[in-house]
C-alpha cells in the first residue's frame, strides 16, 4: 500500500506539471519586452478578475487604496514554458498580481501567495491562518485559470474537535502519507527560491530586456 501512495504521490507531481520546463526563448523574450512596459506603466493588461483593461497604478486595496508595486520576480508559474512575473505590492493582505503574456497580450490575476515562492512555480500559503498549504498555478488560458492546492495541513480552531487533518490534491489522507509527499516536493523546492527584483526604472529595464 505505502508503494502504491509513494507511486501515486509521484504521478500527481507529474500531472501537475512540477517540473521546469526549458523557456522557450522566442516567446519568453517577447513576453518579457510586454511585461517590462507593463511594470514601468507604459501599458495596460487585462485583468482577469476584473474583466477590464487596467495599468497597475490603478490598481487599489481591499479599502480603496492605492497599491504600489513593490517588487517583481520572474518564474514559469503554470510550467507552459512562457515566463510569467509575479508582482508584490505594499500591501501584504492584497496577495500577488500574476502577469501572464498570451497571443500579443498581458493578462492578470491575484493569487494569495504569502511567502517562499520557489522556480518550479509552488508557493506557501496560509489563509486562512489555520491553514498551511503548498499550491500552484496549474494552467492559464484567455478566459480563466486554476490555482490548485497541491498538499495542506488544517486544524480549525473554531471546530468542535479542533482536529489536525491532512490533505493532498484535495483528499483527506494520513499525516505519513502527507509527510512523504511534502518531502518529495520539497526536492524541487529546497535552494530553489525565485528571485525579487525592486520595482525600479533601472531594474525593470535590465531585468526585462
Not at 493588461?45 to 504600489?68: A, V
Not at 493578462?107 to 515562492?117: E, H, K, Q
Not at 480563466?144 to 488544517?154: M, P, Q
Request: charged share 25%.
Amino acid at each position: 500500500m505505502k508503494k502504491f501512495f509513494c507511486l501515486a504521490s509521484a504521478l500527481v507531481l507529474a500531472a501537475l506539471c512540477l517540473s521546469v520546463q526549458p523557456a522557450r526563448a522566442a516567446d519568453s523574450a517577447e513576453a518579457m519586452r510586454a511585461y517590462g512596459a507593463v511594470l514601468q506603466g507604459k501599458t495596460a493588461f487585462y485583468h482577469m478578475d476584473d474583466k477590464k483593461n487596467l495599468r497597475l497604478n490603478q490598481l487599489k486595496d481591499h479599502h480603496g487604496e492605492p497599491l504600489k508595486a513593490r517588487r517583481f520576480a520572474v518564474v514559469d508559474m503554470d510550467s507552459d514554458g512562457t515566463l510569467e512575473v509575479v508582482v508584490e505590492f505594499d500591501s501584504p493582505q492584497s496577495g500577488v498580481m500574476v502577469l501572464h503574456y498570451m497571443d500579443g497580450t498581458v493578462y492578470g490575476f491575484n493569487i494569495s501567495y504569502t511567502y517562499y515562492l520557489a522556480n518550479d512555480g509552488t508557493y506557501n500559503g496560509t489563509i486562512p491562518a489555520w491553514c498551511f498549504s503548498y499550491c500552484k498555478v496549474t494552467s492559464i488560458t484567455k478566459e480563466a485559470y486554476k490555482n490548485t492546492t497541491l498538499a495542506r495541513v488544517e486544524a480549525d480552531p473554531y471546530t468542535q474537535d479542533a482536529k489536525t487533518r491532512y490533505y493532498i490534491n484535495e483528499s483527506e489522507v494520513t499525516e505519513e502519507q502527507h509527510s512523504e509527499f511534502v518531502q518529495t516536493l520539497w526536492k524541487t523546492r529546497e535552494d530553489n527560491e525565485a528571485v525579487w527584483h525592486d520595482c525600479t526604472s533601472e531594474k525593470i529595464a535590465w531585468v526585462c530586456q
